[in-house]
């Protein structure tokens, strides 16, 4: 291919989510780009293929819905911003319900393809096993979760702190025509309808108060992984093993990813279950179905033993069961400055969940910034940050100084990886909550609701500003909760 550019490439380490987009960002402003990718060289623990943005943990993008959902309205910013991840996401979704969810292996592959074929992106399969050298003035490392031990000794020696670091666990996924449908039905939580879905998009196993118990139970009592070495690291609260949760109180699963609300099961419509397990279509061809909010650490005999209690499961066949792995991140508020870059070392910059952030799009989206961060700065242009009461500018404001140090622990961390969520926007302008004309009770709920698509609505305009182009038309759904 033809790679010819009259500037000098930009080196990109790490070939996920966040380098993937950081790389097509940067070509997109017509900067050549090298991306350093190293499985196909090497594996990791969590990844199957060498696919560029191999999705290693659930296949969905959480709600699409930019009307008041804080990730749908990052993903329209993504989408405004040429997001590469967002158009492969989109051309290659899967029925769920309100949410965005890909078949995973037609999304990678789409994606590397698209990579490959930029004639100003060179893909180099190598571990780079050290900090960019300086002869790469320009540099992005988005090595994500997984970031190899030498990668990592380098990063601490650099920095000068530890990186911290939490365990992710992987959700089991199901062979579909191993589950029993005269148990299970199809059905989305108060039958809602998402992006290629029909309302039916979620197959749901049903239990009763004496299964759910006898289910805690062996959850609690089921055999896990060890810890190891990485004996001590905290969870992420938003990913925790479901044998965790379990722990925290015998209730907590089923005021979870197991709540029965919103379904009624078509077998039996008269009796509302004590608990629900949801299981989500996994593939383009609706052969694999992956446990909603099941990730753990048990180890695999157990797994498939306590999994088969849930009834509907009881004969399930797995092509894939659960797993651990462990993220690692920087303590990027006080490492980073706004546009990204490492404060010690000017030109690199950092993208992705090593930054501190946490699921697929945050962890493109950021790869997004920090590709227009860098191709505007090679190209001798200002860097314009997003502003604050967009998604992205939130995101990024959490990740270069969303972090608090108490009086009482001044030399204490408090820095946690986070999702997108409407706490990191900047509050409304006073006034701007009006009750509406002809409504007589103006609820806490209903001041919620409002106060989320005014946000959302804020931010797409601010969005659009930024990018100097107009608000896309986004239809408001049924249920905007």
Not at 429 to 448: A, L, N, Q, W, Y
Request: aromatic share 6%; net charge negative.
């Amino acid at each position: 291919m033809n790679k010819t550019s009259s500037h000098s490439p930009i080196h990109i380490v790490g070939g996920g989510l966040a380098g993937s987009e950081a790389a097509w960002q940067i070509a997109s402003a017509g900067v050549p780009v090298i991306l350093h990718e190293m499985r196909g060289v090497r594996g990791t623990d969590a990844h199957k293929t060498d696919h560029l943005a191999e999705l290693v943990c659930s296949n969905s993008f959480r709600s699409d819905d930019a009307t008041a959902n804080a990730v749908g309205v990052i993903h329209a910013e993504m989408r405004m911003a040429g997001s590469l991840i967002m158009a492969c996401a989109d051309r290659h979704q899967v029925p769920a319900g309100g949410a965005l969810a890909v078949d995973r292996d037609g999304f990678s592959a789409a994606v590397t393809k698209e990579i490959d074929n930029h004639p100003l992106i060179t893909v180099v399969r190598e571990e780079v096993t050290g900090l960019p050298p300086k002869e790469w003035d320009l540099a992005i490392v988005a090595t994500g979760p997984l970031t190899a031990p030498d990668l990592a000794t380098a990063i601490q020696a650099e920095t000068g702190a530890d990186a911290l670091a939490f365990f992710d666990a992987i959700a089991p996924i199901v062979y579909r025509e191993s589950i029993d449908m005269d148990i299970c039905w199809y059905q989305s939580r108060y039958d809602k309808v998402g992006p290629g879905g029909t309302g039916k998009d979620y197959i749901n196993c049903p239990m009763d108060e004496a299964q759910y118990n006898a289910f805690v139970s062996a959850l609690i009592d089921g055999d896990t992984v060890g810890f190891k070495e990485w004996e001590g690291t905290p969870y992420f609260d938003g990913c925790l093993p479901i044998e965790i949760m379990a722990e925290r109180g015998r209730e907590t699963l089923r005021h979870g990813p197991m709540k029965p609300m919103g379904l009624t099961n078509e077998h039996n419509p008269t009796v509302k279950a004590y608990a629900v397990v949801q299981l989500r279509q996994d593939n383009a061809l609706g052969t694999l179905y992956n446990m909603v909010g099941f990730q753990t650490k048990l180890k695999y005999g157990a797994q498939a033993d306590i999994f088969r209690m849930i009834p509907g499961l009881q004969n399930a066949e797995f092509a894939r069961l659960g797993g651990l792995h462990r993220n690692t991140y920087i303590n990027s508020p006080t490492l980073l400055d706004h546009s990204l870059t490492l404060k010690s070392r000017p030109g690199l910059r950092f993208a992705g969940q090593i930054t501190g952030c946490e699921g697929y799009v945050e962890s493109a989206s950021i790869g997004l910034l920090a590709g227009r961060f860098a191709a505007a700065e090679r190209k001798g242009e200002a860097v314009s940050l997003p502003p604050a009461t967009t998604a992205l500018g939130a995101l990024l404001g959490h990740i270069t100084g969303g972090h608090l140090v108490t009086d009482e622990e001044p030399g204490k961390r408090s820095f946690q990886p986070m999702n997108i969520n409407f706490g990191l926007f900047p509050e409304l302008e006073p006034g701007s909550i009006v009750k509406p004309e002809g409504v007589k009770r103006f609820r806490g709920k209903d001041k919620t609701i409002m106060k989320r698509q005014l946000v959302a609505k804020r931010a797409l305009a601010a969005c659009a500003e930024w990018l100097a182009q107009s608000v896309p038309v986004i239809e408001a759904e049924a249920e905007t909760v």
